[in-house]
């Protein structure tokens, strides 16, 4: 199978922390791809590795075959945190579809009619046609992130890769985020994302990837979602239900005693 991401041992770290370490993994094309892991796991500073905003420290990657600094370097799309946006920045809706423009280069350093169309196209099958010269902060947050993701899609990327695109918005909103990525993966985009919602992961993405610091397990959801992986995962105490085919996880609470809350008994003084 072709594939869309080779990452071979790929090492990493901010100074003298080490944040990846010999991280290998491959995707091939299609694929639709969940990274999950606890914060501070390294998943940023992984899709960062993706989209060649960092260098490995060591080891090589490939996108479409392309890697960073080849006369073709790799075409990404990235969406970006919606939460991490500067909201105020003027700019409507349909510019920011248009900053995603890539051949504004040489002779045509100005976007053409047709990539003013092709912005219209997306945001129009998106959902969102009407919303092109509104600004971008008056945008409820679902609709924010369509028009990043056209901003994305607008230079026909090989692969669509998103950081936390259900993060910040309501449920039913995430729900219909990962449809439309799913309906844009069965157009045959790949596609790499990162989520804290294991289980909106579980019923919408058929590969889940398990990552802190490295690669613990990677597989359908059916395949990673056991104890052992979850636990290894995020240093916590998983529970996995199979329920109506259904997959659904949940971390145990912590039982605290009186004892753990209720400051130092006085002597004398008992605690139950
Ligand atoms: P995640 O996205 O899984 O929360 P990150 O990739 O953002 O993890 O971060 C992994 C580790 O690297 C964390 O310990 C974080 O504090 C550290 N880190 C992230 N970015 C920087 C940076 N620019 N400089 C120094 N340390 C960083």
Known sequence: MRPIIEMDHVTFGYGT?????????????????????????????????????????????AINGHKFGDPLPPRIGYVPQIETVDWNF????????LMGVTNTSG????????????????LDQLGIGGLANRHIRDLSGGQQQRVF????????????????????VDMRTAESVLHTLAHLNQDGLSILMTTHDLNAAAAHIP????????VIAQG????????????ETYQGDFMVIHQN??????QRPHHHTLRDILPNPTPGETVP
């Open 17 to 61: 922390t080490s944040v990846l370490q010999d991280v290998s993994l491959h995707l091939h094309f299609g694929q639709f791809a969940a990274l999950v892991g606890p914060s501070g796991a390294g998943k940023t500073t992984f899709l960062k590795m993706v989209t060649g905003l960092l260098t490995p420290t060591h080891g090589t990657v």
């Open 90 to 97: 003027p700019v409507t809706a349909g510019q920011v579809v």
């Open 107 to 122: 002779l045509f350093p100005w976007v053409s009619r047709a990539d003013r169309q092709r912005a219209d196209e997306l």
């Open 149 to 168: 993701l056209a901003r994305a899609l607008i230079s026909n990327p090989d692969l669509l890769v998103l950081d936390e695109p259900t993060a910040g």
């Open 207 to 214: 590969w889940v990837i398990c990552l802190n610091r490295r």
């Open 220 to 231: 359908t959801p059916e395949d990673v979602y056991t104890e052992d992986i979850l636990n």
């Open 245 to 250: 085919d259904m997959l659904f996880v949940q």
